[in-house]
């Protein structure tokens, strides 16, 4: 249904859309690649959703989100009046972008987002890494050879810094301001070290809560199935209206 709501013009500006294509040629990839943004935007109208957290890399997945919510309930105006339902079927969806890392960048290249599909396992930091890797990753991460400013305005024009500042508040639910004035003036011997400790002590639960699932299978299926019980039953009405605003036939 949103891929005869949402328009190519509309996909075509999809930064991952471009970047996948970059230097390619766009024509012998795959519908799959062009259209999925609005599988997307079905993933989150489909239970209505008001507000998404998502990070600052996602906030244009939620524009288009937005766009094809606003126009479903523009073009099917008349159905959904016949209908006798809300005119804003669909919500226009807020996007909830919180914290002091909304996008956490490469440890090796701060131009780069952080990304299990980096070739290079020392620019990414997984939840099931042990206390030794996170370590490594993060005292080995790319940085330059100023100390830590005094001030958030001192990460200006230092992308590394601003990365691993950032990691350092989110992890200790903090701001960079209240880093800086903790670590301003130290230099990189000082800083990764803490930053390695925090990381291992606020990932380590995470990892242990995986190993303990994985290790009952049977547990993990009845919350999934349960999950996708309750969630169908949202799902389910939703596309029951649809089909009648479309003017589907079953």
């Known amino acids: 249904v949103f891929n005869c709501v949402a328009r190519m013009g509309w996909m075509n500006r999809m930064t991952q859309w471009k970047d996948k294509t970059a230097g390619k040629n766009a024509e012998a990839e795959s519908l799959g690649l062009f259209a999925y943004p609005s599988l997307m935007a079905a993933d989150i109208l ?23 919510a606003t126009k479903f ?3 099917y105006a008349p159905s959904l009046k016949e209908q006798g339902l809300d005119a804003d079927f669909f919500p226009i969806t807020e996007p909830v972008i919180a914290g002091p890392a909304t996008r956490v960048m490469s440890l090796k290249d701060a131009g780069k987002k952080m990304s299990k599909s980096d070739p290079s396992e020392a620019a990414r930091i997984l939840l099931m890494d042990d206390a030794d890797q996170i370590s490594k ?8 050879a ?16 601003d990365n691993l500042v950032g990691v350092y508040a989110a992890l200790s639910d903090t701001t960079k301001a209240a880093v800086l004035q903790q670590f301003g003036g130290q230099g990189w011997g000082a800083f990764k070290p803490a930053l390695a400790d925090l990381a291992v002590e606020k990932l380590a639960p995470i990892a242990a809560e995986v190993r303990r699932l994985t290790a009952d299978p049977g547990s993990v299926d009845a919350f999934m199935k349960d999950g996708a019980e309750r969630a169908s039953v949202i799902a389910e009405a939703t596309m029951k209206d649809v089909r009648k605003i479309v003017g589907f036939v079953r």
């Open 137 to 144: 990753k993060i005292k080995r991460a790319t940085t330059d």
């Open 73 to 75: 309930n523009n073009d």
């Open 46 to 68: 489909l239970y209505k959703a008001t507000h998404v957290p998502v990070g600052d890399d996602q906030k244009q997945h939620l524009e288009l989100t937005r766009d094809i």
């Open 146 to 161: 100023e100390p830590l400013p005094s001030d958030v305005a001192g990460l200006k024009g230092r992308a590394e810094a």
